[in-house]
């Protein structure tokens, strides 16, 4: 079984939609636990009439503590072996998870795909291949990727933004031989919206930083080993400094000795 964890807050406008897309799934053995984390729209009524509709809906209450707890719930209280984390805004392909399981089967850990980007942009959203030193300088896995339930948890003191971020670093590297796959197929579709708490920490330097700041310090030995230390870091910058100065004077002597006879070619 899949168990797909659907937080929501104030996204009423939108769940149906969402919802829609899990019940059309050509693999059925899943459920779809919606959390609803304090909304003060229709979530409720909305949710509740889903899970009359199909039993394999179930609806969990909480109050406000963000998407992380949201999602942490609904992993806690799901009965599935395999987790997808889908937001009340977003949804997927009809055959996401039955591609899924397909490379589940192969022995993968962890599945996403190519995405689609719809709302106030539409565009394809081709992502990444996984490499360990791309993840750790910045996130190339979309939050509602399918992997295997484990005690990882989402780190609900990140109400900023990036804990899908943080949550692959640790999932992925708390074991060896996670074994992910990226299809090249389009399964999931991310809705842009003028206004939402990642372009909001997208567009503000200082607290993207502080946010990558955070993984960084939680996970230093981590960044140690596959980056280098902070003073290898620095080390390293200061000598490449040197080297860009050294050149740059060389290429200033250079360009005085050729305008120097430029001049001198002119005053003959």
């Known amino acids: 079984m899949i168990s797909v964890i659907v937080p929501c807050y104030n996204q009423s406008s939108y769940l149906?939609?969402?919802?829609?897309?899990?019940?059309?799934?050509?693999y059925k053995d899943w459920e779809c636990?919606?959390?609803n984390d304090g909304s003060p729209d229709n979530?409720?009524?909305?949710?509740?009439?889903?899970?009359?509709?199909?039993?394999?809906f179930k609806y969990i209450s909480q109050e406000n503590s963000g998407v992380s707890v949201a999602r942490n719930n609904g992993i806690d209280n799901s009965t599935g072996e395999w987790i997808l984390p889908l937001d009340g805004d977003d949804k997927i392909s009809s055959s996401y998870l039955e591609k899924a399981i397909i490379k589940i089967k192969e022995g993968y850990h962890l599945i996403y795909s190519n995405a689609i980007y719809f709302g106030e942009k539409n565009e394809e959203w081709i992502l990444e291949d996984y490499e360990p030193s791309k993840l750790l300088y910045?996130?190339?896995?979309?939050?509602?990727a399918i992997f295997k339930k484990n005690n990882i948890r989402f780190d609900s003191k990140m109400t900023q933004g990036f804990e899908d971020w943080e949550f692959w670093v640790n999932y992925i590297f708390s074991a060896?031989?996670?074994?992910?796959?990226?299809?090249?197929?389009?399964?999931f579709y991310y809705r842009i919206k003028s206004e939402s708490r990642n372009k909001s920490v997208n567009n503000d330097y200082e607290k993207a930083l502080l946010m990558k700041d955070y993984v960084y310090?939680?996970?230093?030995?981590?960044?140690?080993?596959?980056?280098?230390?902070?003073?290898?870091?620095y080390d390293e910058n200061k000598a490449l400094k040197r080297q860009i100065m050294h050149l740059k004077s060389i290429l200033d002597s250079k360009r005085v000795r050729?305008?120097?006879?430029?001049?001198?070619?002119?005053s003959k």
Do not use: M, P
């Open 176 to 187: 060896e031989d996670i074994k992910i796959y990226k299809l090249d197929s389009f399964e």
């Open 43 to 56: 979530t409720e009524e909305i949710a509740l009439a889903w899970t009359k509709k199909d039993s394999r």
């Open 258 to 266: 050729l305008l120097n006879k430029f001049l001198s070619f002119f």
């Open 16 to 26: 149906n939609e969402c919802l829609e897309s899990v019940l059309n799934q050509t």
């Open 33 to 35: 636990i919606i959390v």
């Open 138 to 144: 910045h996130n190339i896995i979309f939050c509602s």
């Open 217 to 233: 310090c939680k996970h230093i030995a981590l960044y140690n080993q596959y980056l280098g230390s902070y003073f290898t870091i």
